[in-house]
């Protein structure tokens, strides 16, 4: 029998096992037992081409085994096994055994004992015995008690063979016949093999079940004492049938390890008692060293199929865990918002259906996807902003939440509720049609007039000012850009996108961060080098003011691209253009318009180098109100004398390498 697709052991145990194998073979070959000539082979009853090891009655003594002797008539070959006589039906050579039936069970069919006079613990115990079933037989064991046994469901009654004073039992499986099933009333009687080896017999069977066993037959297992490799080859395969395509691993597994095992046993079980000087000898190694290989192979085995699928269990079980983690203080946090009136929450269903499932999409960036959603009642249009893998560890869904979930001003963008199911999260906003601020001011068919840009400007000087001062807690947005400025149907703008957000105490000038927030161009000095000030609000004002100076001129602040260096930087180049007069080269007009020059004005205020010369966010909504004619110009804000001017110019090339980086 072949057993594929399982185990394959590494080439050293495969070396050793043909080293014992051939070593089983010269052993044999030493031991020199039953040599039998082979004899011609015969016909008995109903059997064709019976050979050796059986022979017929009246053969030469040196045909077949005396044990296997057969008396044959026209139509039956019979077989004597201890004080039983058995009618042989078939003879399998490939497999060594033969199939075998009681010969009294015609005459007692309805109320036969066994006469099979070996006990079970004779095959377990001594494995050279002659004409004997498979080790995996399973046994009916009949029990005589002197009283009725109760409540034990093992024992099903006989009652054909009981009396008033003796009670007859049966009992099958494997270990049917040991000594701890016996009741204290009860002793042994009887007992008979049941079928080929692991034949399965329900545990409700009745005696009536048995009988059709038995008279089925069983296997009996030829020759033992001929101690050949085949014998052994054949007795460990013969118990195991051919695997399917519906065969399991583990079912693989299990069958290599015992026929492996099966084997080795039979020839250690033979050279237990070895019979000449060569057996003698090799009987310590044929018996210790097929032990170690087996071992061995179990403990490949075991950590192949156990420990190496235990050790993934473990690793994705601290990953769920990890997970889990996260997600509960995400859900402790969640829970605290919705005790505070804060905004709805809403189920991932919710979501697919307020999307119409995800049909129409308005944006993708880093954070995920942006659709578009209606809330009903009332046709309600919303922004839902799918979360993507890059915020599995919710701290931006928290901070989105916790800046914006209870903030009501016109001039901030309103959460309508979120959604936190597992790894899957959603936040809800009002919906602004008109887009981010970006395409308009850097579009020369979309571009707003200058009152407009102005009004735009309070507008959003407006809405970071109520996040700085307007709340309990002061909120630091850190990403101010024209991206994150929304536009309503009116075009009031509201500020967006609370992803980097953070929440401080009002009356706490300073910030302690450990890394640098915000977008390449917008970010205030001092978010990358503490030699410019401390991080505080002023950082949210630089900001600002490279947005409004974005807003005046139509150009992005930088420009790697630039024919000379001076223009690279665009607000280092109106500033010069400002101190000269030359404004007609600032904005491709003959002369520079009042409200674009008090944007670039105020602008350059707001991106000195050093925080504590910037203003404050209500300054700048004075100095956006005021006239231009109040107006002072701001100090240069850029390459002065600082004390590390290093500082300053790694600032500079840094910001400009990395926008470039990501043109390219």
């Known amino acids: 029998m072949a057993i594929s697709g399982a185990f394959h052991p590494p080439a050293a145990l495969q070396a050793l096992a043909v080293f014992f194998a051939l070593l089983a073979v010269l052993v044999a070959d030493a031991e020199g037992r039953h040599h039998v000539h082979d004899c011609p082979p015969f016909s008995c009853g109903n059997l064709r081409d019976v050979s050796s090891p059986f022979r017929r009655r009246g053969d030469p003594p040196d045909c077949g085994v005396q044990s296997y002797e057969l008396v044959c008539t026209d139509d039956e070959a019979t077989i004597r096994i201890g004080r039983g006589t058995y009618n042989v039906v078939s003879i399998n050579y490939t497999a060594s055994n033969f199939w075998v039936v009681e010969s009294n069970l015609g005459a007692q069919s309805s109320c036969l004992l066994p006469r ?36 034990n469901g093992m024992y099903k009654p006989v009652a054909c063979l009981s009396t008033n004073s003796s009670f007859i039992y049966v009992m099958t499986g494997f270990f049917s016949s040991s000594a701890e099933n016996f009741e204290l009333s009860c002793g042994y009687l009887a007992m008979t093999p ?38 052994c080859l054949a007795e460990a395969t013969s118990e195991f049938h051919e695997p399917t395509d519906n065969t399991g691993i583990k079912d693989r597994i299990v069958g290599i390890l015992i026929v492996d095992n099966g084997f080795w046993q039979c020839k250690i079980e033979q050279f237990r008692f070895p019979h000449n000087a060569a057996a003698l000898v090799l009987a310590g190694p044929a018996i210790a060293f097929p032990t170690v290989m087996w071992f061995l192979k179990f403990i490949i085995v075991i950590c192949r199929f156990v ?110 509720g979120f959604c936190s199911e597992e790894m899957r999260r959603a936040l809800l906003y009002e919906y602004m049609p008109n ?56 075009f009031v703008p509201k500020v967006a996108d609370f992803g980097l957000a953070k929440i401080f105490p009002r009356d706490n000038s300073f910030v302690p961060m450990s890394a640098m927030r915000g977008t390449i161009g917008y970010i205030a000095p001092e978010m990358v080098s503490r030699s410019f000030g401390i991080i505080s609000s002023k950082s949210d004002v630089y900001s600002f003011g490279m947005l409004l100076l974005e807003m005046a001129g139509g150009h992005r602040n930088t420009n790697p691209h630039a024919a000379t260096s001076s223009q690279a930087y665009y ?38 180098m050093r925080s504590h010369d910037r203003p404050t966010m209500s300054d700048v909504i004075e100095m ?33 390498n990395a926008i470039e980086d990501d043109e390219e």
């Open 116 to 151: 099979w006079s070996r006990h079970a613990l004779e095959y377990r115990s001594h494995r050279s015995v002659e004409l004997a079933p498979s080790r995996w037989t399973t046994w009916a064991t009949f029990v005589n008690c002197s009283r009725p046994i109760e409540n």
């Open 194 to 231: 049941l079928g080929a080896a692991f034949t399965v017999v329900a545990n409700n069977a009745s005696y009536a079940d048995i009988l059709k066993l038995m008279s089925k037959g069983f296997a009996v297992q030829f020759p033992y004492m001929d101690g050949d490799f085949r014998q």
């Open 307 to 416: 420990l190496a699928p235990l050790a993934m269990f473990t690793f994705l079980a601290h990953i769920y865990c990890k997970t889990r983690i996260t997600m509960d203080a995400v859900e402790k946090f969640l829970r605290m918002q919705q005790i505070l009136t804060g905004p709805l929450r809403y189920a991932y269903t919710d979501i697919v259906a307020i999307t119409s499932h995800f049909r129409e999409k308005l944006g993708q960036g880093g954070y995920g996807s942006v659709y578009k959603g209606v809330l009903l009642p009332g046709n309600v249009h919303i922004a839902v902003k799918m979360l993507g893998n890059s915020n599995c560890n919710g701290e931006e869904f928290i901070s989105e939440v916790a800046t914006i979930g209870r903030i009501h001003h016109v001039n901030v963008v309103r959460l309508v």
């Open 435 to 490: 887009g981010s601020l970006d395409k308009y001011i850097f579009s020369s068919e979309k571009r707003f007039s200058l009152d407009k840009l102005n009004e735009i400007a309070l507008g959003i000087a407006r809405g970071i000012n109520y996040l700085h001062q307007g709340c309990d807690m002061q909120i630091l947005h850190f990403d101010i850009k024209p991206h994150n400025i929304l536009l309503d149907n009116n």
């Open 571 to 608: 607000p280092s180049w109106v500033y010069s253009r400002l101190r000269q007069h030359e404004v007609g080269e600032i904005t491709d007009v003959v002369s520079m318009h009042e409200l674009e020059k008090k944007l670039c004005i105020v602008g350059l205020w707001c991106i000195q």
């Open 624 to 656: 956006l109100e005021a006239g231009v004619d109040g107006l002072q110009m701001p100090p240069r804000p850029f390459f002065c004398d600082y004390e590390d001017g290093s500082v300053v110019d790694s600032y500079f090339s840094s910001e400009l």
